[in-house]
DNA sequence: CTATATGCAAATGCTTTGCAAATCC
DNA sequence: GGATTTGCAAAGCATTTGCATATAG
């Protein structure tokens, strides 16, 4: 999605468009793989020196929450990485060591998912599909 | 597995039988569901008052290392739960709401991950799928 | 005995929150 | 001008770690 296309559309919904925001988006916009919350302050902070760090999570948070970015879910305490949102439901190929994340362009469910939620009553709201494994650089 | 038989795989792997870790194993076999970390502690607790979290945490990740049990992760900064390996390859139903797991009977992965990480020379070494919803008791 | 395990307290890392000052519309 | 955002500082969780003491084998 094109910047001033996002930017419409936080103005839509009634956000205000700072500086920041527009910053927080370009670097989402540039990221080659999603970037942890921390990689996206760095990067801000080249054209941006004084955003903070809470700054960045509340409008990843709020981009979140608006369904334009997905949070990729790490393990155990790992800071999650953080993509816009491509219109295409997907998973990833994440390094267990370095944490480089790759888009994968398959999904692996099937109807069983439906069936398993009704036989325990579930409404499904969701999946979470993350392959693990070592990238080329780390062996 | 029952309990004497994870006590003596300790003992084998040169561990040493506490009475704190035969607490935790007996919690663990003892628990509906996977608990998290703190639902152990206070349920070893009721038998072993004097038990601390971090020895349980300790334990736990003992216990995991050494493949006897595993973690489930869940979202966000959520505590992760714990469930003794049941030699079976399996996911999980999670309930958003009060965070209820569900072990499911099926895996939905294929051939395709094996050649989604070829193709980015990536080593598989393992994969999380969970399925989120909410249970019937949160609707 | 001696290495390992425990409890305590403090530290860590990620993320969130309260609040006064700044700023977008 | 008025509500929304920001930066700062501090708090909140889950989890880990250092260290002196206790304990299993």
Do not use: W
Not at 10 to 30: D, H
Not at 72 to 88: K, P, T, W
Request: charged fraction near 25%.
């Amino acid at each position: 999605m094109e910047k001033e296309i996002l930017v419409q559309k936080l103005r839509e919904k009634g956000y205000k468009v700072t500086p920041q925001r527009r910053a927080i988006l370009e670097v989402l916009l540039q990221s080659k793989q999603p970037p942890k919350a921390l990689e996206v302050l760095v990067n801000v902070r080249k054209n941006f020196p004084d955003i903070s760090l809470d700054t960045v999570y509340r409008n990843l948070n709020m981009l979140t929450e608006l369904g334009v970015a997905n949070v990729i879910n790490l393990r155990g305490g790992e800071a999650s990485r953080f993509e816009l949102e491509r219109g295409q439901h997907h998973h990833h190929l994440v390094c267990l060591k370095c944490g480089i994340a790759i888009c994968l362009d398959f999904c692996p469910m099937d109807d069983r998912d439906v069936a398993a939620a009704e036989k325990h009553g579930f409404v499904l709201a969701g999946h979470v599909v993350e392959l693990y494994g070592y990238c080329s650089r780390c062996g």
